[in-house]
């Protein structure tokens, strides 16, 4: 398996309309990832909020299938 990343912010409302909006939002959730090391689990999620805390996306991460042909870390090893 292969692990995936999704990140999905909705712009518009008037704490989020521009790439400031987004780089202070996304900051959080970055500097709350570099504070939990390795424990970022497959099938973990949040939320993400603009400086006014209404929620603007969702983040999550997975497990994917690679595509046909893709080679995978367990590919590698062998």
Known sequence: ????????????????????DIAQAT???FA???????????DDSGRIYDLNGNKVGTWSSDEVEPEEGEETDEDEEE
């Open 1 to 20: 398996m292969v692990a995936g990343f999704t990140l999905t912010i909705e712009m518009g409302n008037e704490a989020m309309r521009t790439y400031a």
């Open 27 to 29: 900051r959080r959730i």
């Open 32 to 42: 709350d990832f570099a504070n939990r090391g390795d424990e970022l689990l497959q």
